[in-house]
Structures are given as C-alpha cells and as structure tokens.
C-alpha cells in the first residue's frame, strides 16, 4: 500500500473519536527500530503511524535535519511500498524557529502526512499566531496540523518544562477557533521522557472537560496524549475509552511489545487499523536505566552521543 497523507489520516481519527479507540504513534530515528514496529504492524494486520521529530531527523542526516527527514521518508516510502498495511509519518514537536527551514521544505516535498508544530512554551498570543501560520501553510498540501496548548512536563526537542501546565478547557476553545487546527495536544499530567508511570498525576476529569468544551462550541476536535512512555498498562487502560485518539510514545524496541488489537476495515477497505487502542506489555528486555528507570539517554538513538548537561557517572552497573 503507498504512503498516505492527510486525507487518509483525517479519516482515521473521525472514526477513532467516532468509535473511542486510539493510534499509537511511533518515534524513530534508525532503520532498526522502523523494522521492528513495521514487522509488529503487518503480523496484527494494522496501519502504522510512524513519527520523526527535528532531532531524529538530525541525528539520521549527520548533523543535517531535513537530509536526514529526507532519507528516512524515502526509506519509509521505498521499503513500505509492496507491503498490506498503510504508512503515515508525523513530523512531531517541531518548533518555531524551523517552520522554513523544515516544515516548508516537507510540506512542498510531500514528506508527511501531519505536523505537530509545538508553540507551547510561549505566551497563548504568540501560540495561536505561530500555529495558526503553520495551519495556512500546510492547507494547500491537504496536510493535518497538530497544536499544542499547555506545558507538558519533561523536555522535548529543546522545549524544558520544569512542571506541568495543564491545558485550560476555555483556552482550548479559543486556540482552536483561532488557530484552525486538526488535531490539540493537550497537558493532563503525563510527562515527556521515559517517565516511571506511576509517579504521574494523570487528569482524566480533565480531558473530558476540554473534549465537552470543543463539542459545545462546535469545534470537536481530535486529541492527542504525548509523554505516553513509562505509562503502566493500567494507566493506558484508563483512558481508553476516553476523549483521546492518539497517543505518542518515543518507543524502544526493547521497552514494550504490542498486544493483539482487533480489527476493522478501513477506509481503504481493508482490514487494518486498530479497533481498542495498541495496549503494551512488558518486554523481557529492558533498556539501560538510571536508578532503574528507563532514560531516553541509553535507549533511544538519536540521544547517542549528545552532550550531557550534567556531569557523566558511567554506564549503570548491575
């Protein structure tokens, strides 16, 4: 099946939030781990909605971000062309400061199928005027556009909230009447980073408070969970049925495995999306960790070799 945008993309999130199940979003940065969920998604027969962030893209094109998006898509593009399930890409939490440089480029290029743009460490003014920008520019392409209002704890491509801000529902009203967007990724307590899940406060009442608020207003929404990894099976499960339809989770291979979802058929009229959400379970293998949490610093590649900005203690020793 070819790579597919927006319009295909649009059609699975009104069916998710039509019928209350979610898509599990998977970061990559290397061949390796593409492999892995790909091998995953076609054995349970599903589509695959895959994500590459600035710094993924950075780390596979050398020091060069839209080389290495470049590259990635293409691969994506090439190995995914003779297989049975339907591929999307994300561009996911890019920032401002690389609207021309990366969002322009992949959007005339027909490098994704949405863009996350993240504005949300800056005044709500300056929010709404960046994304709605985005919005503009990504029409024509008939792409989707994601924003994102409130602070979710945790850092993400150079955006470092100490603490959580979590999203206002009247707020949400108004940015997405203002700013036009397809998808809202809101704050409820989750944190960016490979978290120990029950640490974390999750706001359920919350989510279903914004999501009643868009449907008030006539500006229902899809919406989207990010800093979903270290959540516990039991934390999943909590939301789900609930307002979300998408979750994001900077995945390794080696943290998680997914569970058999069930099937329905597609807009493409085969038998492929997931029906109840993409439930993890525990994996046998575990990445390298610091005082036994899993850390973005030893399991995901495109962390490999950045520099720290604290000072190093060495490996963790058993």
């Not at 054995?43 to 094109?61: E, N, P, T, V, Y």
């Not at 203002?178 to 944190?191: F, N, P, Y």
């Amino acid at each position: 099946m070819p790579f597919l945008g927006g319009k295909e993309l649009a059609q699975v999130y009104a069916k998710a939030k039509r019928e209350k199940f979610a898509l599990l979003a998977n970061n990559f940065a290397e061949t390796n781990v593409l492999l892995g969920v790909l091998a995953a998604h076609v054995a349970k027969k599903s589509d695959l909605l895959l994500q590459i962030s600035q710094g993924a893209a950075k780390f596979a094109g050398g020091g060069n971000a839209l080389a290495g998006l470049r590259a990635l898509v293409s691969y994506v593009k090439a190995l995914t062309a003779s297989y049975p399930i339907g591929v999307f890409v994300n561009l996911d939490h890019v920032t401002p400061d690389a609207i021309d440089s990366f969002i322009v480029p992949a959007l005339q290029e027909g490098l994704c199928s949405s863009v996350m743009i993240d504005a949300s460490d800056r005044p709500f003014e300056e929010n709404v005027a960046i994304t709605k920008k985005v919005v503009e520019l990504a029409r024509p392409y008939g792409v989707l556009v994601e924003g994102e209002l409130g602070r979710i704890k945790g850092a993400e491509e150079g955006i470092v909230s100490e603490e959580a801000f979590y999203t206002d529902p009247d707020e949400a009203v108004e940015y997405v009447e203002r700013t036009g967007v397809d998808l809202l990724a809101i704050s409820v307590g989750t944190q960016h980073g490979v978290s120990a899940g029950k640490e974390l406060k999750l706001r359920v009442d919350l989510a279903q408070r914004i999501d009643e608020r868009l449907k008030e207003a006539g500006l229902e929404r899809p919406l989207v969970l990010h800093g979903a990894s270290g959540l516990t099976a039991e934390q999943v499960r909590a939301w789900w049925p609930q307002e979300f339809v998408r979750s994001t989770r900077t995945r390794p291979t080696s943290t998680s495995t997914p569970a058999p979802p069930r099937l329905f058929t597609s807009p493409s009229g085969t038998k492929s999306f997931l029906r109840t959400g993409f439930f993890l379970t525990p994996s046998p293998l575990r990445p390298r960790a610091l005082n036994g949490r899993p850390t973005k610093r030893f399991s995901i590649p495109a962390f490999w070799g950045r520099k720290s900005k604290r000072p190093s203690r060495g490996w963790p020793r058993k």
